[in-house]
Every structure is written in structure tokens, then in C-alpha cells.
Nanobody, 125 residues
Framework: QVQLVESGGGLVQAGGSLRLSCAASERTFSSYVIYAMGWFRQAPGKEREFVAA????????SYADSVKGRFTIARDNAKNTVYLQMNSLKPEDTAVYYCAADQNFQRVRVAPYVWGQGTQVTVSS
């Protein structure tokens, strides 16, 4: 099975930037193929919401309207890593951010097969 490990979360002031990383690795005997990866977030009292996704092969991306122009998702296939560059951060961006992976680009944006454990991002006003 694929294992996802996030890093890069922390505290940042409003207007600042932060980059999240998600390293994907397959466990022993796993034949799962990662085709798409993405990011979700969940703030206290709110449902988990889609943030961004990327196709590993082509680099095609998809973004939630709330982060367009501010967040950028990218991948480094050689390192099996996906990044989320977050600029112009707002207090409402505060949430636990989860990395996700799936074999299907559409499904990874809705109900990913594999989830990371999450990393906290806190934006102060």
C-alpha cells in the first residue's frame, strides 16, 4: 500500500507563504500505482474540502476556487513528492492539510484511496 507523509506545516502570519511537501512511498509487496495526487484541508467545525490536485504524468492541475491564484501544486516524480506552495495566506486558510493519492484524477479530488495523516497550518491575523 502507498504511504503518504506530509511535512512543512506550521505557523505563519497573514500574507506570508508556506510550502507543504508530501512524499509517497510504496510498502513492501505493494503494486498500487499512483496516478494522481492532491491536497485537502479541514478546519475546525468544517468538512474536509478539496484544495488542489495534479496528474503525475502530464502535470495537469485542478484547484478549488478559494485558492486559485494563491496556491500552486507541483510534483517531482523522481522524488515521488508533491508540493503545495501557498502564498498570500489568510486566516481562513488555517486547517489541517491532508495529502491524498489515487489511481484516478477525478476520484482523487472527491474520495482519494490513500490519505496522509495531515499537517497543521495556522495563519495568524
Amino acid at each position: 500500500q502507498v504511504q503518504l507523509v506530509e511535512s512543512g506545516g506550521g505557523l505563519v502570519q497573514a500574507g506570508g507563504s508556506l510550502r507543504l511537501s508530501c512524499a509517497a512511498s510504496e510498502r513492501t509487496f505493494s503494486s498500487y500505482v499512483i496516478y494522481a495526487m492532491g491536497w485537502f484541508r479541514q478546519a475546525p467545525g468544517k468538512e474536509r474540502e478539496f484544495v488542489a490536485a495534479i496528474m503525475r504524468s502530464s502535470g495537469t492541475t485542478s484547484y478549488a476556487d478559494s485558492v486559485k491564484g494563491r496556491f500552486t501544486i507541483a510534483r517531482d516524480n523522481a522524488k515521488n513528492t508533491v508540493y503545495l506552495q501557498m502564498n498570500s495566506l489568510k486566516p481562513e486558510d488555517t486547517a489541517v492539510y491532508y495529502c491524498a493519492a489515487d489511481q484516478n484524477f477525478q476520484r482523487v479530488r472527491v474520495a482519494p484511496y490513500v490519505w496522509g495523516q495531515g499537517t497543521q497550518v495556522t495563519v495568524s491575523s
